[in-house]
C-alpha cells in the first residue's frame, strides 16, 4: 500500500565508502534502509525498520569520515547537511574541538497517500499540527501536504524549511513539494524571524513548518494564524497531553493559566478553588497524532480537547487508518486518560527517572524515607520523568532538548535539596486516592511558574508564598 514516489536511494549509497557500501547492496531489504551510523572507531551499522546490522568489521576511520563530508554539502548550524537534489539528511557529531567524528546518514523518501487520512482538514482551511516521536513520519506527511495544496488546490503555499529536510539540498526545490515555494533558513536561531518574513513579503495563502521549537516560534505561529495564514506544522511531542505539560509550547493550543475560584462557584463546579484554565485560543485548531505511516489520532477540535483534558475529563477524538485497499477508515473514540481512577489500585507505580544535573543518592534517600518506589534509570527514552535543576534548565542543554523532542515531562527542581526532591516526589506519588492528573499537572505548572518568575512560586492549594 506505501508507494515510495522517490528514494534516490543510490544518491546516499554513493557517498559512503565502497567497504560499507557494498554489503548494503548485498541485503534483500536494502531498500527499506532507514540510517547508515558512522561512529569513529566503532564498525559501521546499517537500520532497518525491524532490525541493525554490522556492515563490516572494520572499525571507522577518520578517512572514512572525511570520505563522506567531503562528498556532501556545507554542514549548517544544526550540524546537518544534505546531497543536492535529494531529501537525503546527514547529521555530524563533533568533538570539543569541533571536528567530525560521527555521521547520521538518513534515507529521506517522498510517500504518496499519506495525506488522505488528514486530507479534509487542510482542505477546510484549518490550522493543523502534527505531533509525533523522532523519525515516525511526521515531515513526510508534512510534505506531501505542501504538494497537494500547491498542485491539487491551486493554493499559494510557502514551506519554511530550516534543515532542508522538507524539499531537499540545494537551491531547486524536491520535486516531492510540488510547485509550493521554499524559503532556506540560514541558522535554526533564525526560523521564527522567516516564518514571519514569508508572510510580509511573499503573500501566501497557506505556511508550512516543520519542528516548531521554541517559544520565538511559537509566537511567530500565532502571529502568522492572527494574520488570516493557514499553518500546517510539525511540534515536539507524541501527545496533545505533551504540549500541555510543554511550558514552551504550550501555547499552540492556547496556554495554561491557574485560576482561583470563589468559595460559591468552587461549590457549584464541585471543584477545588484553584483551577486550570486555557488561557487563550489557540494557534491550532486541529491536533494530529501520527501513530505511525498508515494511523492517525485526530482531535478535530482542540479548544475542547484542551478543555476536557483541564476539567478532567477524557477527550473525544477520531481514530483514523488507511486499509489494505487504500481506504481511510474512521472511528470515534473516547481517549483514555492518562491518569488513575478513584477506583483503581492505590498501589503505586515505580516511575522512571533520567537525572540530569540531580544528586541521586539524595533522591534515593528522600524516596525511601517517603516510601517511594522509583528507578534510576540510564536510557532516556524509556524515561517517564526527566528530572534537572535550573542552572541546567536555563542553559537548555543537548540532553534537554532530547527530552523535549521525545515528549518526556521535565521536572524542574530549584535546587538540588532535600526538600526540593520531597515536594516533587510528593507531586508524582500523591497519597491522596482522589488525587487527579489536572492535580499533579497544577503542581508541575506552578512549579515552572515559579522557576521562570525566579522569586516567587505557587504553594498547593494556589496560596503565593514569598521568597
Known amino acids: 500500500m506505501r508507494r515510495v514516489v522517490t528514494d534516490d536511494l543510490d544518491a546516499l549509497l554513493d557517498i559512503l565508502p565502497l567497504h560499507i557500501r557494498e554489503p548494503l547492496y548485498q541485503q534483500p531489504d536494502h531498500s527499506e534502509l532507514l ?6 572507531g566503532r564498525l559501521p551499522e546499517a537500520r532497518f525498520p525491524h532490525r541493525e546490522l554490522v556492515l563490516n568489521s572494520r572499525e571507522v576511520s577518520q578517512s572514512d569520515i572525511d570520505y563522506v563530508v567531503s562528498r556532501i554539502g556545507d554542514f549548517t548550524g544544526d550540524n546537518r547537511a544534505g546531497i543536492n537534489h535529494t531529501l537525503h539528511r546527514i547529521s555530524a557529531i563533533r ?4 571536528y567530525i567524528i560521527g555521521l547520521t546518514c538518513r534515507v529521506g523518501r517522498a510517500v504518496f497517500g499519506t495525506v488522505k487520512m488528514i486530507q479534509d482538514l487542510i482542505e477546510s482551511g484549518n490550522n493543523v499540527l502534527l505531533l509525533g516521536r523522532p523519525g515516525i513520519g511526521k515531515t513526510t506527511m508534512l510534505r506531501e501536504v505542501a504538494r497537494v495544496l500547491a498542485d491539487d488546490f491551486k493554493k499559494r503555499v510557502i514551506v519554511i524549511d530550516t534543515s532542508n529536510e522538507i524539499a531537499g ?3 531547486i526545490p524536491h520535486p516531492a513539494i510540488g510547485h509550493a515555494r521554499r524559503m532556506q533558513v540560514a541558522a535554526p536561531a533564525e526560523q521564527h524571524a522567516v516564518m514571519i518574513e514569508a508572510v510580509e513579503n511573499h503573500m501566501p495563502e497557506v505556511i508550512i513548518i516543520d519542528e516548531i521549537g521554541t517559544e520565538l516560534e511559537a509566537q511567530a505561529a500565532r502571529t502568522i494564524a492572527e494574520r488570516g495564514v493557514q499553518l500546517v506544522g510539525t511540534a515536539h511531542g507524541n501527545t496533545l497531553e505533551n504540549l500541555i505539560m510543554n511550558p514552551t509550547l504550550s501555547d499552540l493550543i ?24 486555557r488561557k487563550a485560543p489557540p494557534t491550532f485548531d486541529v491536533v494530529v497524532e501520527i501513530v505511525d505511516y498508515y494511523r492517525v489520532t485526530v482531535h478535530p477540535v482542540v479548544t475542547e480537547a484542551v478543555d476536557a483534558l483541564l ?7 477520531e481514530v483514523r487508518w488507511m486499509d489494505e485497499d487504500g481506504e481511510v477508515k474512521r472511528e470515534a473514540i473516547t481517549s483514555p486518560l492518562i491518569w488513575e481512577s478513584k477506583e483503581e489500585k ?25 516510601r517511594k518506589e522509583l528507578k534510576i534509570i540510564a536510557d532516556l527514552k524509556q ?11 536555563r542553559r537548555k542543554p543537548q540532553k534537554i532538548r532530547d527530552a523535549e523532542a521525545l515528549g518526556i515531562p521535565i521536572y524542574v527542581l530549584k535546587s538540588n535539596n532535600a526538600a526540593q526532591m520531597k515536594q516533587c516526589l510528593d507531586a508524582l506519588y500523591p497519597r491522596d486516592t482522589q488525587y487527579t492528573y489536572v492535580h499533579h499537572l497544577q503542581r508541575l505548572l506552578a512549579e515552572r ?19
Do not use: C, M, W
Open 311 to 317: 476539567h478532567g475529563q477524557p477527550p473525544k477524538a
Open 35 to 40: 540510517e547508515v551510523i558512522l561512529d569513529l
Open 254 to 277: 492556547g496556554g495554561i493559566q491557574t485560576v482561583t475560584l470563589g468559595d460559591e462557584e468552587a461549590r457549584r463546579r464541585h471543584t477545588q478553588k484553584s483551577i486550570l484554565e
Open 95 to 98: 568533538n570539543r574541538n569541533g
Open 346 to 370: 492505590q498501589q503505586e507505580k515505580a516511575l522512571r527517572f533520567y537525572l540530569f544535573g540531580a544528586n541521586r543518592s539524595r533522591l534515593e534517600q528522600t524516596a525511601k524515607e517517603g
Open 169 to 171: 539540498d540545494g537551491d
Open 383 to 393: 524515561a517517564d520523568i526527566f528530572l534537572t535543576t535550573r542552572s541546567y534548565y
Open 449 to 467: 511558574r515559579g522557576f521562570n518568575s525566579g522569586n516567587r512560586s505557587l504553594e498547593p492549594g494556589g496560596k503565593r508564598k514569598s521568597r
